[in-house]
Each structure stands twice: as structure tokens, then as C-alpha cells.
């Protein structure tokens, strides 16, 4: 999709949350296209160093509910604004609610404000079909469906986010898109307590640890390499028929979280093998699996990478910047079982 690219030459784009894992390769791909990108994060999920360095990135180190902020931001006349910064994800929500509705919610509705106000050409929401289509719904996930089954606050906040771009689309006609992304994974994602299973597992494979597994390990998950969902994004900020549309950003495949453990055992030579441990109670979705016919349609999406492949070029990513990844990852002992057991495997080993 790279002839998108040239849409953003001399464009200013704001991408919220740009530090963060799909944020900052989103900030890279649009500064290799000749755009001045404003990123608006406020580092609590991401590190200084995850933020692209670059002249055409002036960083706004803030609350995406910082008013001062937000006119910085919008004070550099974006044409196109990418939402990304939320507060991520399903575990971290169930511990922090409330938190999770001020940002994913009010924090949400405060950059449609913005975005309306400032009369920008395109909207972006970074929405998630891992979240919003509950646990009961027919495979493959098709767009058409919806859920009232949700578990968690963040999935219940990500689709309101969705809700209020219809609100700002129909009622002040901003001109919004709405991607939603299934299990990112790939280089720039720092491991830790409220993270995805990919780097997590590496990360403790990297350390000889037993890959914790919440659940029977034959949960599937639609893992999507980050490279394909930026190519995604950039044809969801440019084309005239993305405008007002929800469609999945996936692989259109499946893999078994035991698979997925095994492989990373495999490539990292770990030889401490799987834990299983009890799952947690809101992870009521056994598999993960999405229809991508219609961004085909759309945008026309086709992802690029497969999973080995993408799996290698993340693990590389590891190797690359071990100190400083080793140096981030937080892994306070929470609520989560999966971090529960690492915790207490660290314990042990103290002894
Ligand atoms: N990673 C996935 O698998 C996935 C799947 C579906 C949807 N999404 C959505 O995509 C977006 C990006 O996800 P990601 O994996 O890059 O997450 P991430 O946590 O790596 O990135 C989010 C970024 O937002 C920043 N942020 C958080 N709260 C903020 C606030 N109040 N003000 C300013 N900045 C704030 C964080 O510091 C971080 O850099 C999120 O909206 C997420 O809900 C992600």
C-alpha cells in the first residue's frame, strides 16, 4: 500500500498516542512519507525512546484530557488525525475503570471536539474487533455484527468511542474512519504487566522463564503484524471510501496460544517450557477469528506478513534493543494470573 504514502507529503498529521506500539511505527511510516507529525502522548504506556525521533516530529508530552494540550496540538492545524492513545487494555481496565472511561471515553469525545472544531479532513479512531464483538458471535467476525455480550470496561469504552464517531459523522459530518484492530503484534511493543500476550511471552522466554498460559492454551487469536495494520491506517486516512466505515484490520487467520508459546520457545532456545494457570475471568473469548472482505473492499487491505515471519522480525526487535526493553518492562504483581505466576516463578528462583 505504499502508493498511499504520497497522500501525506507536506500534510501535518496528529497521531495520539504515537509513542505507543502501533502509534510509533504509524509515526515512522507517515514521516518516510513527507509528513509533519505531531505526536500527542503522555508516556504511560510507552518509553521517550519509543517516541520516532525525527525533525518532522514535534512531541507533545501530555494528557490526551489536557486542554493546554490539546490547543498545542491542534494549534499545528493537523489535516488528518490519527486517535491511537488509550488507555490499553482489557486486565488494566478491570483494575482501573474509572480511568479507563475518562480516557477511552471522555478523552475520546474530547478529540472529536477538537478534530470538529478545527474542521480536519479525517478523523481516525482506532477501534478493536478483538474487543467489541463479545463472546458470542458467529466466526468469521464480520463488521455487521454486534455484541451486547462485552466483558470488560475497555472493551465496553472502545466501542463508545466507536458511538461517539458515528454522533460527530452524522451530526457535524466529520469525516470519520473507524479500523478495527485485531491482536497487534511486532517490533515496538515494550513487554509488561498490561500488555499482549506476543511480547510478553518473549520476553520471559528471552529470561529462561516457563511461558505462563491462562486457560487451556487452545484459545485462538487473529494476530495481525503491525506493519500490515499501518498500511492499513494510511489508506484509512486518505481514502474517500473509508469515510464513516467500520472494517476489521486483521491477518484473517487463526493460531493456538499454545502454538504461539511453543514457537517462541523454539526460536528464543528456551527450554523452560509452558505453566498453565487458571484464566482470567473476563477472557470469556475461546477463538479470534475476523472476516477482512470488507477493508479488501474498502481500502483495499492485504496483509503482507505471515506469522512466522512476523514473529522473527519481533523477536529481532528483542535482540536489537535488549537493555532498553529489559530496562522498561513492568511486571508489578497485579490481578492478572498470568502475571501473578511470573511473579511468583521470579520469587522462587530468588530463593
Ligand atoms: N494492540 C492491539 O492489539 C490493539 C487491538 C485493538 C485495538 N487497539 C487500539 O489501538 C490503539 C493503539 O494500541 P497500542 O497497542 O499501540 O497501545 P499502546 O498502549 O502501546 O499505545 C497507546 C499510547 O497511548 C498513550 N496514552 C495512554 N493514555 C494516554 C493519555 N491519557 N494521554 C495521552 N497519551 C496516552 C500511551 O502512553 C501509549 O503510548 C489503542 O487505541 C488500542 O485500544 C490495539
Redesign the pocket.
Known amino acids: 500500500m505504499s502508493l498511499f504514502r504520497d497522500h501525506y507529503s507536506g500534510k501535518s498529521v496528529l497521531v495520539?498516542?504515537?509513542?505507543?506500539?502501533?502509534?510509533s511505527n504509524l509515526t515512522r511510516a507517515l514521516v518516510e512519507s513527507g509528513a509533519q507529525v505531531i505526536v500527542?502522548?503522555?508516556?504511560?504506556?510507552?518509553e521517550r525512546w519509543?517516541v520516532p525521533s525525527s525533525p518532522s516530529v514535534l512531541f507533545v508530552e501530555?494528557?490526551?484530557?489536557d486542554e493546554i494540550a490539546l490547543k498545542r496540538a491542534f494549534f499545528e492545524k493537523p489535516d488528518v488525525v490519527y486517535h491511537?492513545?488509550?488507555?490499553?487494555?482489557n486486565q488494566n481496565s478491570v483494575d482501573y475503570p474509572e480511568r479507563d472511561l475518562e480516557?477511552n471515553g471522555r478523552?475520546t469525545l474530547k478529540l472529536l471536539q477538537y478534530a470538529s472544531l478545527a474542521g480536519v479532513a479525517r478523523f481516525v479512531y482506532?477501534?478493536?474487533?478483538?474487543?467489541i464483538y463479545g463472546s458470542d458471535s458467529p466466526l468469521p467476525l464480520r463488521e455487521e455484527f454486534m455484541s451486547m455480550h462485552l466483558s470488560t470496561p475497555y472493551q465496553i469504552t472502545?466501542m463508545v468511542g466507536e458511538l461517539y464517531c458515528n454522533f460527530f459523522y452524522n451530526h457535524y459530518g466529520l469525516k470519520v474512519v473507524k479500523p478495527?484492530?485485531?491482536?497487534?503484534?511486532g517490533p515496538g511493543?515494550i513487554p509488561g504487566q498490561y500488555r499482549?500476550v506476543i511480547p510478553n511471552f518473549i520476553f520471559w522466554a528471552m529470561k529462561g522463564l516457563p511461558l505462563p498460559i491462562t486457560g487451556d492454551g487452545e484459545a485462538t487469536r487473529d494476530f495481525t503484524f503491525v506493519g500490515d495494520i499501518v498500511d492499513g491506517l494510511l489508506g484509512a486516512g486518505h481514502l474517500e471510501s473509508a469515510v464513516g466505515q467500520e472494517f476489521n484490520l486483521a491477518s484473517g487467520s487463526e493460531t493456538r496460544i499454545v502454538d504461539l508459546a511453543n514457537m517462541v520457545n523454539a526460536a528464543t532456545g528456551n527450554s523452560a517450557g509452558i505453566q498453565y494457570v487458571s484464566r482470567r475471568k473476563w477472557d470469556t473469548k475461546s477463538r479470534l477469528l475476523a472476516s477482512i472482505d470488507r477493508a479488501k473492499d474498502l481500502i483495499g487491505y492485504a496483509p503482507k506478513t505471515n506469522f512466522e515471519e512476523g514473529l522473527e522480525l519481533t523477536i529481532q526487535w528483542f535482540r536489537e534493543n535488549w537493555e532498553l526493553i529489559e530496562d522498561s518492562a513492568s511486571f508489578a504483581p497485579g490481578s492478572s494470573s498470568a502475571v501473578r505466576q511470573i511473579a511468583t516463578t521470579r520469587a522462587d528462583q530468588q530463593v
Open positions: 495520539t498516542g504515537g509513542a505507543g506500539a502501533i502509534g500527542l502522548d503522555n508516556l504511560s504506556s510507552a519509543s501530555a494528557d490526551i484530557t491511537l492513545a488509550a488507555f490499553f487494555a480516557i478523552g482506532a477501534s478493536s474487533g478483538s474487543s472502545k478495527r484492530f485485531f491482536n497487534s503484534y511493543e499482549n
